[in-house]
């Protein structure tokens, strides 16, 4: 952040002196009072959430002691990185190794994997037959889906629907489900 200097008029007051700027043109003197601060001199405004998080990202455990904490931080001599020449940082090809092995795991895995297409049972859903659920279940659905059908053609009997193809479908399945309420009905009694 810049700092601005201020300079001092005759009467005591604070001033930011006249700057030119990048097109050569300059800016007029500003009077400041006291106490001000520049926009750019306010530090950012930083939630409670964001100060608690910025201090527990240290990547070190809850609670450890400071002294512990430092030694920590401080690199060892031994870490994986060679010096040779001061200010020369090399690494060792550990990581790398890994990285390639990594790599091979994930091709054998993938080269054993087998794609096997699903097969689909040729079974056709027949509405005639009884299913395996409780047959009193499925007369009341059936005696349902009547019902419907039945009012349906009362309101286009009167005018006061026009079908679409769905309701022309459900009127058309009306032999079929009035066939299979018989049968339903032969078999419970």
Excluded at 15 to 43: H, L, N
Excluded at 83 to 109: F, H, L, T, Y
Excluded at 122 to 145: G, M, Y
């Amino acid at each position: 952040m810049a700092t601005t200097s201020y300079e001092h008029d005759g009467a005591g007051g604070k001033f930011i002196p006249a700057t030119q700027r990048p097109d050569g043109t300059w800016r007029k003197p500003r009077r400041v009072k006291d106490g001000y601060i520049p926009q750019e001199e306010i530090p950012l405004y930083e939630s409670k959430g964001k100060q608690f998080k910025a201090r527990q990202n240290t990547g070190l455990p809850v609670g450890l002691p400071p002294e512990l904490a430092e030694e920590i931080r401080k690199p060892k001599k031994g870490s994986g990185i060679i010096q040779p020449i001061p200010g020369m940082v090399v690494n060792i090809e550990k990581k790398k190794k890994k990285k390639k092995s990594a790599v091979n795991e994930v091709a054998d895995r993938l080269s054993k994997v087998e794609i096997i297409e699903p097969t689909f049972n040729e079974a056709v859903h027949q509405p005639n037959t009884i299913s395996a659920s409780d047959p009193n279940k499925r007369l009341k659905n059936l005696r349902k889906k009547l019902r419907d059908i039945e009012t349906l053609e009362e309101k286009i009997n009167i005018g006061a629907l026009n079908p679409d193809k769905d309701q022309k479908d459900k009127i058309s399945k009306k032999i079929e489900i009035i066939k299979a309420i018989e049968e339903l009905e032969k078999c419970s009694f």
